[in-house]
DNA sequence: ACCTGAACACCGTTCAAGT
DNA sequence: ACCTGAACACCGTTCAAGT
């Protein structure tokens, strides 16, 4: 009874039923792999190790490796986010909303962040932050061709920023710690008359990825969109 | 007379002289070969070329790769802006100046750009960059807290949407094509009932990578810099 | 002491061969 | 039609062997 059904493919071999890989579930087991090893594990071989597939057999679905990540991508961001990118009705929280939402999501796929940033993947989900940050950029007083640019330049810089941080994360142990210590040891070994700034707020630097940076930087330009906007209400 | 001196080394052999072999030596073959062929032509298999040795000897002088692209882009960084790095007297002309002058240099070296942007070298470029940020931030007049947390937020910002366009142009040229032209095609056809901010500006819309968006977001947080510091100066 | 050669453990990708 | 096996052209890296 104990191994019954599973007994003769105990360890070994139990091959994957025919025409039962699909794009589908080749995502859903790169999904498993990203949230289990990070990112830098999502390799062929591991998928068809995950898959009981061979490796190779992954070609039938995917065009290669590129086409394999861009849908990853999306079916991250539906999950991750989806759900949660609803107008709270003012402009500036939902700013702040979209922002942070794709911050802490690039924090949880940081292998993936610089890809995430960089691409244009053309699907749904993507079609709705466009469309939601072009909507709060109206409502804050922007005109059509300030509000374009506002967009972009606010998706860039929460993308960009957002892939750094992630990118810190996914550095060797080793380079990671070293590079945080420099700004409490190096930076504090500095002589005065050279670097006079850095010597006198030496005790106050910061790491590059200080996780207070990312909220300062998007009050910033909030304000700086606001201030914009502001001209444009005045006409009222 | 035609071909004296180099007759006998003439194609194949000609080996490198015991000892002159040296991380200085291994930098300017790595410089030539990232200014010619890019970062992702960087190999041991090409520096060896490069230099006439052996891909391996590398490693008698750099304990690995990492160590190596680190050397790299202290070299590079002082070499393409180091002397060009002179204040103004103003304090906004500054940050503008050093904002301007690392964009330029991450999209010279597209494929060193992430690196350049996590990493932190402890190496003099660095350390003058950060002074001479510190600096400006002190003349805008912001206070010591603000002005660490504004030379952070400004640095992260310059290096990381830097980096992202930079990024953008070592996409695969396929890959780039369609990711600029989804602007212009995809995200023209979506129904505007779904998306009715995308339908109305669709004919606006700028690819990621729009060379004015990098003036128009560094003009955007100096304008949020500014507005912090005004609010001490009024003081006086 | 310095450099080379051969090998290792990976990658993504191609393609002929099996079922 | 779908999947596998073997092979290819790369990576970075290690280490014993040559000079």
Redo the contacts between chains.
């Keep these: 009874m104990a191994a019954a059904g599973a007994d003769k493919s105990a360890a070994p071999k139990k091959r994957r039923p025919r025409d039962s890989l699909s794009r589908s579930v080749i995502i859903a087991a790169a999904e498993k792999i990203a949230e289990r090893d990070g990112l830098e594990g999502l390799t062929f071989g591991a998928l068809g190790k995950e898959l009981n597939a061979h490796s190779t057999s992954i070609y039938r679905h995917f065009r290669d490796k ?1 086409d394999l990540v861009l849908e990853l991508i999306d079916t991250l961001r539906a999950k991750s986010y989806g759900a949660d990118l609803v107008s709270t009705g003012d402009w500036r929280e939902d700013l702040r909303l979209i922002s942070r939402l794709i911050h802490e999501h690039y924090l949880r796929y940081p292998g993936l962040a ?1 890809q995430m ?4 993947t ?1 699907r749904p989900t993507e ?1 709705h932050n ?2 939601f940050a ?2 709060a950029m ?1 409502r804050a007083g922007l005109d ?2 300030e ?3 506002a967009t ?2 606010f ?3 929460t ?3 957002s ?2 941080e992630a ?2 994360q996914t ?2 142990e080793q ?1 990671r710690l ?3 210590m ?2 409490t040891v ?2 504090r070994q ?1 002589p005065a008359d050279e ?4 010597a ?2 030496s005790e ?5 990825g ?1 996780p ?2 990312f909220n ?2 998007l009050e ?2 909030l ?3 606001a ?2 906007a502001t001209n444009e209400v005045a006409a009222d």
Excluded: C, Q
Aim: aromatic share 8%; charged share 30%; hydrophobic share 50%.
């Design positions: 590129d610089m940033a960089a691409r244009t053309r079609f466009v469309e072009l909507d109206r059509d061709d509000a374009v640019v972009r330049v998706g860039n810089f993308r960009a920023v892939a750094l990118s810190l550095l060797p380079a070293m590079d945080e420099a700004w190096e930076y500095l670097y006079p700034n850095i006198r707020l106050k630097l910061l790491p590059l200080d207070s940076l300062h930087a910033m330009l304000d700086a969109i201030s914009r």
